[in-house]
């Protein structure tokens, strides 16, 4: 009996409350609790566990990325240049993806080599981006057309969820990479430590700029799905998908003041907000409410979250 | 001896900021004729109150804590509430200005709970209240504008005070004053230099410093408002993403004015010269017609500039120490 009450009480919250906005939602609408809504779920999130899991290594290694939105969009913006150029798609893909790391490796330099504070220098990216993108763009979206690309994000016969797909081979990538290399590892280390890390050896400088290179590198395939799924690159689709990324890793666990976090627990974040989402719809909560209602929760629940993280700690 | 010097490099960085700020004038001149023009600077400096005003809070929040990334937003729905309090419930204007600056006040002191109690950075809780508060906005305008107020609404944006000083222009004086007044000459503002140089310190030495950073974020609130109601009253309409395009200038100029992001170093002198940096940029982008889409993006690279140099000036300065 009081191993149950153990395993119980070891369920984090967010997953608590999960299963209560589900029953409650499905309340609303029969057509709530079916594969057919729960694939379109999945497909509408999958992006931002992309950019999530970004948020998250760079949260896990003690910095903040401010620009993850804005890489993003400007590597959708690339991505979509390119596609209709029409180059192949593996290096269609490329071209996005290295777009992001780009803009990565220039937060890196900022901050690990220049000394910059991470909210300053990715505060200051992001204007700098936009501006790229509405320029790339003529400020109106570019549309794809080209069916191949467009494959990589589709709901293909309505059953299987592309985007969704490649969005886990994302992940279990960088799940590999948390785990299994030298950059997981070494950004545990600079987020629990950071002298420490350098006194034991560890070139923090590299390694730090790597982390938010390959923040980038991820916003920026992220990016090339979202372009695939939403067949345009909108100039400014980004905006404040930082801010649920951030939300995200914070109601997954992950803590901001010392090197703690999984990605794996940034799934959960993810699945609130995006069941919050489709939630506020099978409600009809009008649209004119929808960002001031959910803003106002994910703000509410961040700071529940960092509540109960810190007595946590406190009672280890 | 050490003071001395640190004196010396405050003075240069100083004298250095009013060098670019005659340099941009230089070259303003140079760019267009209407530049120097009495209209074209009385505009300048206008357009540079509102920032100003938005500055102070932010310098004071910065200098205690961090950024107070949520004053757009604050801004924004502190105009819009007064702005409808005056247009539709045709409530007098002293009121919905009192009413909103309370807002303003109200949503600061939740930010300062955030950051101080909670113990969220403020990077995280003011961007993350900035998103809830925009949403808010724009509920309750509906995506439309409001616009034509009454004479009296406006008169704090264009008016003139004693006949020839411009309203923006005398609040933002008023602003200013009593901010370096505040920093300068009252334990407060000495306590926001000591709890942002160094927290756990000042809290030892008997300081609450969660009650300071409370009252920073206060004041941040509160200005943003006021910066609010002044900008809709100047041009004479609202809507619901009016403070967006301030949060990166704003930054700017808190930065240009040698205010450090780690805290407990800055002035509200410095802020000033900023903004009046950041306001001929502006005006100058503007004279130059340069599209729209580069401008955020010009501003986000000065930001990034100016806070590299104060960095390598700084390492300079502690590299001359040492030696």
Redesign the interface.
């Known amino acids: 009996m009081n191993k149950i009450i153990k395993r119980i009480k070891n369920i984090p919250p967010v997953l608590i409350v999960i299963f209560i906005l589900v029953i409650v939602f499905s309340q609303f609408s029969r057509n709530y609790l079916t594969i057919r809504n729960l694939l379109i779920i999945l497909q509408q999130s999958s992006v931002l566990l992309v950019i999530s899991i970004a948020a998250t290594f760079v949260i896990i290694s003690g910095g903040l990325d401010l620009s993850l939105g804005a890489i993003m969009t400007i590597s959708g913006v690339t991505t979509a240049l390119a596609v209709n150029a029409g180059l192949p798609i593996i290096l269609v893909i490329a071209i996005g993806g290295l777009t992001g790391f780009a803009c990565g490796a220039v937060n890196g330099t900022l901050i690990a080599i220049a000394g910059m504070r991470p909210f300053i220098a990715t505060l200051g990216l992001q204007g700098i981006l936009y501006g790229f993108s509405l320029a790339l763009t003529n400020k109106v979206g570019i549309h794809v057309s080209n069916e191949k690309f467009i494959f990589l994000g589709d709901l293909v016969n309505r059953v299987v969820p592309m985007a969704a797909i490649s969005c886990a081979i994302i992940f279990l990538f960088a799940l590999y990479v948390q785990n299994h290399t030298t950059l997981g590892r070494y950004a545990y280390a600079i987020g629990g430590n950071e002298e420490g890390a350098r006194l034991s050896g560890v070139n923090t400088t590299f390694w730090k700029w790597l982390v938010y290179a390959f923040a980038g590198l991820l916003c920026g395939l992220g990016g090339v799905i979202l372009v695939a799924r939403l067949e345009v690159a909108d100039p400014i689709v980004g905006i404040q998908w930082e801010f649920e990324a951030i939300a995200a890793t914070i109601l997954g666990g992950s803590s901001l003041r010392i090197g703690k976090g999984d990605i794996r627990g940034t799934i959960i974040g993810v699945l609130l907000i995006a069941i919050l989402r489709s939630g506020l719809n099978v409600v009809r909560v009008p649209s004119i409410w929808q960002p001031a209602t959910i803003g106002t929760i994910i703000i509410l629940s961040i700071v529940f979250q960092v509540i109960i993280t810190k007595k946590e700690l406190g009672k280890k | 001896m050490i003071a001395n010097k640190k004196k010396k490099v405050e003075l240069i960085s100083s004298l250095s900021r009013f060098g670019a700020l005659f340099i941009l004038v230089v070259i303003g001149s140079m760019i267009s004729d209407v530049f120097l023009s009495g209209r074209n600077i009385s505009n300048v400096i206008t357009n540079a109150s509102v920032m100003i005003i938005l500055g102070v809070g932010q310098t004071i929040a910065i200098i205690t804590n961090?950024?107070d990334?949520s004053a757009g937003s604050i801004m924004t729905i502190c105009a819009v509430i007064a702005a409808i309090l005056v247009k539709t419930f045709g409530m007098f204007f002293l009121w919905a200005f009192g009413l909103a600056i309370i807002l303003g006040i109200a949503l600061g002191l939740l930010n300062g709970f955030?950051i101080s109690k909670?113990?969220?950075?403020s990077?995280?809780?003011t961007?993350?209240?900035?998103?809830?508060?925009?949403?808010?906005a724009?509920?309750i305008l509906?995506?439309y504008v409001l616009y034509d107020f009454t004479a009296s609404f406006r008169f704090l944006g264009n008016g003139y005070l004693f006949g020839f000083i411009q309203m923006p222009i005398a609040v933002m004086i008023i602003v200013v004053i009593s901010g370096i007044a505040v920093m300068k000459w009252t334990t407060l503002g000495r306590r926001f230099y000591s709890v942002g140089a160094n927290s756990e310190s000042a809290r030892l030495s008997g300081v609450d410093t969660d009650k300071t950073v409370i009252y920073a974020f206060m004041i941040s609130g509160g200005l943003a408002a006021l910066a609010g109601i002044v900008l809709v009253a100047r041009i004479n309409a609202v809507q619901a993403d009016i403070g967006r395009s301030y949060l990166?200038p704003v930054?700017a100029t808190v930065?240009m004015g040698g205010t450090s992001?780690?805290g407990g170093q800055g002035s509200i002198i410095g802020t000033v010269i900023g903004a009046l940096i950041i306001a001929i940029v502006q005006n100058g982008m503007n004279l130059l017609a340069v599209?729209s889409?580069?401008?955020?993006?010009?501003?986000?690279?000065l930001?990034?500039i100016t806070?590299?140099i104060d960095?390598l000036v700084r390492k300079r300065f502690t590299h001359l120490q040492k030696a």
């Open positions: 961090g950024p990334l955030m909670v113990g969220i950075p990077f995280i809780s961007y993350g209240l900035q998103w809830a508060v925009f949403g808010f724009y509920l509906r995506g990166l930054i930065f992001p780690t599209p889409e580069w401008r955020e993006a010009i501003i986000g690279a930001i990034i806070v590299l960095i």
